[in-house]
């Protein structure tokens, strides 16, 4: 009998081109019944747009959880109070080149405000911070809340390969526009896969 898995991907940050490479991998796998994407779709990648629109419309047709990162969070409260500095320091400006796709005025978050689309921000808007099932909790940061439930964060660089634990997984590998891996870990098998900054398979699952 085959076993139904969840999947877990951790850090995308702009980067649409792993994002398509292992959604391929994942979305189209039949074991797979449900995917959960653990946040930080934004900045730092040249594609956050891209990233945001693809998730978007990967959750009108798959079973997905789409759960919101510090830099979604920071994106929105810059949006909503104009106060670009915080965003800017998480690498927003990337993003903000990404939406504008052109020389960007000297009224930023003018600019900005008006080529993100109401669907996007909607989208973020709706994230939820935490998903919970029966055996695990995952969320962006590592969870702090009691419970001996698996926890599944990412938010924490660990290198090429995901840290895993006994009763957790850290799975931020570093995914950018030109380095670093996507990773995507399978719940209950434990097994993760992951793709290069290009969207390129490395290697096989790997217990």
């Avoid at 320091?89 to 993003?95: D, F, I, M, R």
């Amino acid at each position: 009998m085959t076993t139904t898995e969840t999947a877990f991907i951790g850090d995308i940050h702009g980067n649409a081109v792993a994002l398509d490479g292992l959604a391929r991998l994942i979305l189209n796998d039949p074991t797979v019944k449900h995917t959960v994407f653990l946040g930080d779709y934004v900045n730092k990648g040249a594609d956050s747009a891209g990233v945001l629109d693809r998730l978007l419309q990967i959750s009108k047709t798959h079973a997905v959880t789409v759960l919101r990162g510090n830099h979604e969070a920071e994106m929105l409260k810059a949006l909503d109070t104009g106060d670009l500095a915080a965003f800017l320091k998480l690498g927003g400006a990337s993003t903000i080149r990404s939406y504008v796709r052109g020389p960007v005025g000297a009224d930023v978050i003018a600019d900005f405000r008006s080529n993100v689309p109401a669907d996007h921000v909607q989208f973020l808007r709706a994230m939820p911070d935490v998903y919970q099932a029966e055996q695990l909790v995952a969320s962006h940061r590592p969870w702090t809340g009691g419970g001996t439930r698996f926890r599944i964060s990412a938010h924490l660089p660990v290198g090429d390969y995901p840290v895993i634990g006994a009763n957790f997984a850290h799975l931020d590998t570093g995914c950018s526009s030109t380095s670093g891996r996507l990773t995507a870990f399978r719940w209950p098998s434990r097994t993760f896969t992951q793709v290069d900054s290009k969207g390129r398979l490395v290697g096989p699952d790997e217990p």
